[in-house]
């Protein structure tokens, strides 16, 4: 739900474990789901169905059923009684101009986090690029709450350790969705935890029972739910099944991001094989056309 056209739906700051109580709470209850995920696992299929196979393979869902189960909790009770209408309600009160000032706010913060993921996947222009934003949006754009740097030329990006880890050939592992946190697999979990080290706001509320870490946490989810209300909901309403679309999403969104947005051609699908002579009913293999009309004959234009 990202950072859902699938970028914004599953990006976005996160919360630093070690800042708060319900930092650590929340470190708790990411331990345990992570121990109850390995009692609950999907039933592979018989090895003589290949096409069954080839799905769990792809899928690569290993503990489906908790995964699910932890998925209805966050739909139905999270997100369906208290996010959604704290979500339509921010979207409802908020002008437009406020809530982009909050978002810009949110992506100058995370700056760092971006920049030293950029130096490390040796992307040098683009830590170029990051750093100029932030000192144009720091001090042109009030703090952060505008973002001029847009206007300027110097779009903004995100980067994390999940995808530094991906550009470095870490694979994704199974997928596992988590209370709260949503999609996290092994690489995006651990990029999640190590990208706290490398968040400023990490030491300047460490040991602190502070309100800034999960307030910024919260408002970071409210304002991202806002922002894909009926993204969400027409997603929801045009599947089959919500679930295995929004996993389809998520990995979509990632492979974007890590990817850059570029395209690799090594991906696209092979169509050199492809048989384009057409089979008639006579059984010739040619398209029969009519002969274009003669200069002087009237075509009625």
């Known amino acids: 739900m990202s950072k859902m ?28 789901a992570l121990a109850l995920t390995l ?22 869902d290993p503990v489906e059923p908790l995964n699910r189960y932890f998925f209805a909790v966050n739909d139905q009770l999270l ?32 700056t760092p986090v971006i920049l030293v993921n ?33 206007d300027w030329g110097y779009d903004r990006h995100g980067e994390d350790f999940g995808q530094t880890l991906a550009v470095w050939g870490t694979g994704e592992g199974p997928y596992i969705f988590l209370p709260l946190l949503g999609p996290a697999p092994p690489r995006d979990l651990t990029g999640f935890v190590v990208d ?55 990995r979509q969104s990632r492979n974007n991001e890590i990817a850059n947005g570029e395209i690799d051609p090594d991906n696209l699908p092979d169509i050199s094989d492809i048989d384009y002579e057409f089979d008639y009913e006579d059984g010739s293999d040619e398209i029969e056309t009519e002969p274009a009309p003669a200069a002087s004959q009237n075509t009625g234009i």
């Open 5 to 32: 056209a699938a970028d914004k739906i599953f990006g976005g700051a996160m919360l630093s474990p070690s800042t708060s109580k319900s930092g650590r709470n929340l470190a708790i209850g990411m331990i345990a």
């Open 39 to 60: 009692g609950a696992c999907a039933t592979r299929p018989d090895p003589s169905d290949q096409a069954a196979v080839a799905a769990y393979q792809e899928a690569n």
């Open 79 to 110: 997100d369906g009684l208290i996010l959604k209408p704290a979500a339509q309600g921010y979207d409802a009160v908020l002008p437009g101009f406020a809530k982009n000032s909050i978002r810009h706010f949110l992506d100058n913060l995370r």
């Open 118 to 150: 950029d130096v490390l996947q040796g992307e040098w222009d683009r830590a170029g690029t990051t750093i100029t934003r932030f000192g144009i949006n720091t001090t042109v754009g009030v703090g952060g709450l505008l973002d001029p740097a847009t």
């Open 196 to 250: 706290q080290a490398f968040d400023p706001l990490t030491y300047v509320f460490w040991n602190r029972d502070s309100v800034i870490p999960p307030t910024r946490f919260i408002v970071n989810g409210l304002d991202l739910r806002a922002r894909n209300l009926d993204t969400l909901d027409e997603i929801e309403r045009t599947s089959v099944d919500y679930y295995a679309a929004l996993r389809s999403l998520y």
